[in-house]
């Protein structure tokens, strides 16, 4: 049997031992279906870099020079990416990244014909395991080329191992937060240049059709941050005064979707945007947090970042930022306000919410944007006599608030301040080790060591 073939044969056969004896999937009892999906996904990934060694070998036939005799146009295909992408059943996007993954991750030959490993080592390790797919293969590798010039060999190797090291067992969305970390962190001169260009592409369309008007907004996200801020605000107080009115009435007459509660805010903003008294607007407190570390704001280097947003931000729109209206500059090292009150208080300040936002990026189970969590005590404030202190603070959405008191999970906090990590510990019956699970911002903090 091909080496190359030998991982797909371990994978069936896990997925064969955890299927056991069963019928079909409506067979299997909780923790069957649980590990059938996972061995999916392990055979799936491990396919896909087979499959990518495969499609680098297809292109490299295919090539111009050899003409007629190149493989795709023997097959009657006008590029190698469209006979893989006909075999597949996808689309010549998904097939063009499979070969550019391929070819990335294969050993190359120099021009006297030594042999040399692959452009990306790590990668090609992590996808022959089945840890990564080429999905995310391919947009590290993006990243990685993008950069290499400005950033050079050391860092992107750097880069390279720290992000196979996060992807594991993150949604392809997470991994691009972490992407777009590293690109800053790699290239931080580019940051600005990048929202230049992309702000010159800003645009606004609106249609008629059928008689339903579309709008389509294009922005930079320092732009579009006061947007964001304000259409979350006003969902986060429709769905609060929907849970009171279920508390008093027992009856919700809201049934208004996410998608409907935005566009009912934004016809409601822009119908009052001339004579705009803000106390009658319902933004549930809606703010822009603009976050950037004292060093990078004094030296005018680096980047900020933008609460809800995973693209960084240049320093000097973090500047501009600073100086409008209802922008909060949080500047990490400052001082300021009292963010412990022991047993002095019940509820969490906004201060104290802020902070949190530093430590949990949000939801610190599911990432949410911070403005659709509450600070909830870890010692609950009543049966344990929890303090009112960051240490015993969380921020978390309603839905995983109720899944960790309804389901058993645990949390702990190690070290202290916003620099603590969060960790999620689960119950027995999701994994009998209770490995503790990383959340908050530490899942997407890149802090990359030197090569």
């Known amino acids: 049997m091909s080496p190359h073939l030998t991982p797909l044969h371990e994978a069936l056969a896990v997925l064969a031992e955890v299927w056991g004896a069963a019928g079909d999937a409506t067979d299997l009892s909780r923790a069957q279906l649980v590990a059938v999906n996972d061995a999916l996904g392990v055979l799936e990934r491990r396919t896909s870099a087979v499959h990518a060694e495969v499609a680098a070998g297809i292109a490299y036939e295919s090539r111009a020079e050899l003409g007629p005799e190149a493989l795709a146009k023997q097959h009657g295909f006008r590029s190698p990416a469209k006979l893989i992408a006909a075999s597949r059943g996808g689309s010549t996007g998904d097939a063009t990244r499979l070969v550019k993954v391929g070819e990335a991750t294969a050993p190359r030959v120099n021009l006297i014909g030594e042999r040399l490993p692959a452009a990306y080592p790590a990668v090609r390790d992590a996808l022959a395991v089945g840890a990564i797919g080429d999905q995310v293969a391919g947009m590290i590798i993006s990243v990685l080329e993008r950069t290499r010039c400005a950033a050079g060999a050391e860092r992107v190797a750097a880069a390279e191992r720290l992000l196979v090291e996060k992807a594991p067992g993150l949604s392809t969305d997470d991994v691009r937060r972490i992407t777009a970390r590293v690109e800053a962190w790699l290239d931080p001169d580019g940051v600005q240049p990048r929202e230049e260009e992309i702000r010159g592409r800003r645009s606004l369309r609106l249609w008629e059709r059928d008689g339903e008007l579309h709008l389509e907004l294009v922005t930079d996200v320092a732009s579009g941050a006061p947007v964001k801020a304000a259409l979350r605000g006003y969902v986060s107080a429709a769905f609060a005064a929907?849970?009171?009115?279920?508390?008093?009435?027992?009856?919700?007459?809201?049934?208004?979707?996410?998608?409907?509660?935005?566009?009912?805010?934004?016809?409601?903003?822009?119908?009052?945007?001339?004579?705009?008294?803000?106390?009658?607007?319902?933004?549930?407190?809606?703010?822009?947090?603009?976050?950037?570390?004292?060093?990078?704001?004094?030296?005018?280097?680096?980047?900020?970042?933008?609460?809800?947003?995973?693209?960084?931000?240049?320093?000097?729109?973090?500047?501009?930022?600073?100086?409008?209206?209802?922008?909060?500059?949080?500047?990490?090292?400052?001082?300021?306000?009292?963010?412990?009150?022991?047993?002095?208080?019940?509820?969490?300040?906004?201060?104290?919410?802020?902070?949190?936002?530093?430590?949990?990026?949000?939801?610190?189970?599911?990432?949410?944007?911070?403005?659709?969590?509450?600070?909830?005590?870890?010692?609950?404030?009543?049966?344990?006599?929890?303090?009112?202190?960051?240490?015993?603070?969380?921020?978390?959405?309603?839905?995983?608030?109720?899944?960790?008191?309804?389901?058993?999970?645990?949390?702990?906090?190690?070290?202290?301040?916003?620099?603590?990590?969060?960790?999620?510990?689960?119950?027995?019956?999701?994994?009998?080790?209770?490995?503790?699970?990383?959340?908050?911002?530490?899942?997407?903090?890149?802090?990359?060591?030197?090569?």
Request: aromatic share 6%; hydrophobic share 40%; proline share 4%.
């Open 242 to 451: 929907r849970k009171d009115a279920v508390d008093a009435d027992g009856a919700d007459a809201d049934r208004r979707s996410v998608e409907q509660l935005q566009a009912d805010a934004f016809s409601l903003f822009c119908q009052h945007a001339s004579e705009c008294d803000r106390s009658h607007m319902p933004l549930a407190g809606a703010k822009v947090i603009v976050r950037v570390n004292l060093e990078d704001l004094t030296s005018g280097t680096g980047a900020g970042r933008i609460d809800g947003s995973d693209q960084p931000v240049s320093i000097a729109a973090v500047r501009r930022m600073a100086a409008d209206g209802e922008i909060i500059p949080w500047v990490l090292g400052g001082g300021g306000e009292i963010l412990d009150w022991g047993r002095g208080r019940r509820l969490f300040t906004k201060v104290q919410k802020l902070a949190l936002a530093e430590r949990d990026g949000g939801c610190a189970m599911c990432a949410l944007p911070a403005e659709m969590t509450k600070v909830h005590h870890i010692d609950w404030w009543e049966r344990d006599g929890g303090r009112t202190d960051l240490a015993n603070g969380i921020l978390l959405c309603e839905t995983c608030h109720h899944r960790i008191h309804d389901n058993g999970w645990e949390i702990r906090i190690d070290g202290g301040g916003v620099a603590a990590r969060v960790w999620f510990i689960p119950p027995p019956y999701v994994d009998p080790m209770r490995t503790p699970r990383l959340g908050g911002r530490a899942r997407f903090d890149v802090v990359v060591a030197a090569a």
